[in-house]
């Protein structure tokens, strides 16, 4: 669904309104203050914090491609055959042989931006939150 200028005016408005903006100054000065405990980059925090707003208020939720990679790297962390278990077996035997070199190579390049997108996340959020 496209988003308006007359209704992204009023999701702000409602953000205003329900105090939205001080909570998130609220819940930076708490992230300063842990990244400082932890000895994290404060800056680079603020970069991840101000990404995580943006996709809050644009309102992205995971895909179900990124869930994957997460839930693999919580459990078994980073495998070499990561690429071979996210591969939709049935989808892939379909193919001819180009497109299957193409279709690992998307799958290769989606995987690395989802591994990516995931060592921010545990840094700033899961590492602390489940400690080993």
């Known amino acids: 669904m496209e988003r308006t200028v007359k209704t992204l005016a009023k999701e702000a408005k409602m953000r205003m309104k329900k ?15 842990r990244a ?3 000895g994290i980059n ?6 991840y914090f101000a990404e995580k707003v943006t996709t809050k208020i644009r309102g992205e939720s995971p895909d179900e491609f ?3 990679v997460r839930d693999l ?3 078994e ?3 070499s055959d990561a690429i071979g278990r996210l591969t939709d077996r049935e989808y892939y035997e379909t193919l001819s042989y180009s ?9 290769s390049e989606k995987y690395l931006r989802a ?15 489940n400690p080993n």
């Open 19 to 33: 105090g939205f903006w001080k909570q998130c100054e609220k819940e930076l000065e708490n992230e300063r203050s």
């Open 36 to 38: 400082k405990e932890r």
């Open 42 to 47: 404060e800056s680079k925090m603020e970069r």
């Open 66 to 68: 990124y869930l994957k």
């Open 73 to 75: 790297l919580l459990s």
């Open 77 to 79: 962390g980073e495998v």
């Open 99 to 107: 497109d299957k070199q193409r279709y690992t190579l998307e799958l």
């Open 115 to 129: 591994l990516e997108r995931f060592k921010r996340e545990y840094e700033f959020e899961l590492r602390h939150a």
